[in-house]
């Protein structure tokens, strides 16, 4: 019997490549729920992941044969294909920067700074109307060679309009949505000019099946369809119907892959990096936090959270530090590299103040480096993840699932991962700094036998929906 056939659809494919000195090319296998969701689905199904080229490098691999297996038609990467698209970089740009990270992003985590921005005027349109040809060379990656009734999961807000597109043309397959964002309550969708909320909205209703990561952007999604279309929504069933089909909207709630996270925490790259932190920070106790330099991370409030604690409970100081990671993100966005020069400026004024001779207050790193980051999981006496919004949160999962002595999870109200971590986790308002001071501080003098059993019912409800059966979820719902 054939293998059932599998399209993947992600502007962030499951590995990046990278040129070497002598001009060959390396490739590195992204992390991401997506990636372990997908691995075991591809060994028992013909599986076709459609990607964006994101760097030079990608580029040269979209197009080269470095290594005796890439074509133009794609690659092999294990039991699935990979097909990366080299779309031109002037198209790439206003899609992903422009519309994808600069408004998309900031609308569904309710980012503007509305008395300056946004304004949607004609360079705008002429952004959009890349967006649409991004995503229309997504949807003819997708058909070229989709056998009958295949089914198709297309990721996040950066693909909004391929379902539309696919369906038009190919009204046989079977099409998800992913959105891994949250999705923005009616009343800030509205500032989006009215032809272009229509045009998300209807791209993505194309599908037959809507997946959200919490019930509130789930929701948020059926009002903003109530409000901008009339359409018809069944509150009971979570489905709309529009065009004369019924979409189903599910919610999805992606979990830490426990397993492959504990396996790749024993390698010894991470008992190293845990040893030459530990030598660092010596015995104090440690708050962790590890983000992408993402505005929507909300790290600044927290280093002003950390500041406030050292003022305002002099008893932490010299016996607490704080490790901060926070890997580099969208730096053709000068929105983030502002974000990330403010954060800078903020821990170095913390250093200067609370700072002495033989202690650090906080240890700030912006660069990669995954292993370490695995190791702070390990040590975190406390760990905060306080995001502004958040579609998920993977952090506040993962922590816990690597903890040695029980972490305690300080974590904001507005990420996705409350729903299900809410109960024993010290949840905050991500705007009030003097609460979050408070969560940090009992935080770290709540009792062992307190901290330990909250740490393992977190890891209890972080594991329940593995990547693997997350993604099986959404297939099932095609079926
Ligand atoms: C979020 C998005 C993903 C995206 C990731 C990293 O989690 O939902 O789609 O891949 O951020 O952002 P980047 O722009 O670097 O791909």
């Not at 359409?231 to 119907?241: L, P, T």
């Amino acid at each position: 019997m054939d293998k059932a056939q599998i399209l993947v659809a992600s502007n962030r494919g499951p590995v990046s490549f990278s040129i070497n000195d002598d001009g060959s090319l390396s490739h590195r296998r992204g992390g991401g729920g997506l990636v372990s969701g997908l691995s075991s689905v591809a060994a028992e199904n013909d599986t076709l992941w459609v990607c964006a080229a994101l760097s030079d490098a990608d580029r040269t691999a979209a197009a080269a044969d470095p290594d005796g297996r890439l074509d133009r038609a794609g690659f092999d990467l294990g039991s699935m294909r990979v097909r990366m698209l080299d779309i031109p970089s002037a198209t790439f740009s206003n899609a992903y920067t422009a519309v994808a990270n600069s408004t998309l992003w900031f609308v569904h985590h309710l980012l503007y700074d509305t008395p300056n921005k946004p304004a949607y005027g004609a360079a705008f349109r002429a952004q959009w109307e890349d967006y649409r040809a991004y995503n229309s060379a997504f949807c003819e990656a997708l058909l070229t060679g989709a056998s009958d009734n295949a089914r198709v999961a297309v990721q996040d807000y950066h693909l909004a309009l391929v379902p539309r597109m696919a369906r038009g043309r190919r009204p046989d397959l079977r099409i998800a949505h992913f959105q891994h964002t949250p999705w923005a309550p009616p009343e800030y969708f509205r500032m989006l000019p009215a032809e272009i909320r229509r045009e998300l909205l209807e791209g993505m209703l194309g599908a037959d099946h809507l997946g959200f990561l919490s019930a509130r952007w789930a929701d948020a999604f059926l009002q903003c369809c109530e409000t901008f279309l009339g359409s018809k929504v069944n509150w009971d069933k979570r489905s709309i119907e529009y065009g004369g089909r019924v979409i189903e909207v599910g919610v999805h709630p992606l979990g830490a892959d426990g397993a492959a996270l504990r396996e790749r925490a024993a390698a010894g790259d991470v008992a190293e990096r845990r040893a030459a932190l530990r030598e660092r920070v010596g015995d104090t106790k440690l708050i962790v936090r590890v983000d992408r330099t993402e505005l929507s991370k909300n790290i600044v409030r927290g280093l002003e959270a950390y500041r406030e604690l050292l003022a305002t409970r002099p008893e932490w100081r010299g016996r607490v530090t704080h490790l901060a990671f926070a890997y580099p993100s969208r730096g053709d966005v000068a929105e983030y590299r502002e974000y990330t020069e403010s954060v800078q400026r903020v821990a170095k004024e913390i250093n200067e103040e609370f700072g002495t001779a033989d202690w650090t207050p906080l240890i700030l790193e912006v660069n990669d480096d995954f292993p370490r980051s695995l190791a702070a999981y390990q040590m975190a006496d406390a760990l905060l993840v306080n995001p502004i919004r958040d579609g998920m949160n993977l952090v506040a999962k993962e922590g816990p699932v690597l903890s040695h002595d029980g972490c305690v999870l300080v974590l904001s109200s507005e990420a996705g991962a409350a729903d299900e971590l809410g109960s024993d986790a010290l949840l905050v308002n991500p705007f009030d700094v003097s609460e979050t001071a408070d969560a940090l501080h009992s935080a770290l003098s709540m009792p062992e036998e307190q901290r330990r059993a909250r740490c393992e019912r977190l890891v209890e409800a972080a594991v329940a929906l593995p990547p693997h059966r997350w993604f099986n979820e959404q297939l099932r719902a095609l079926k």
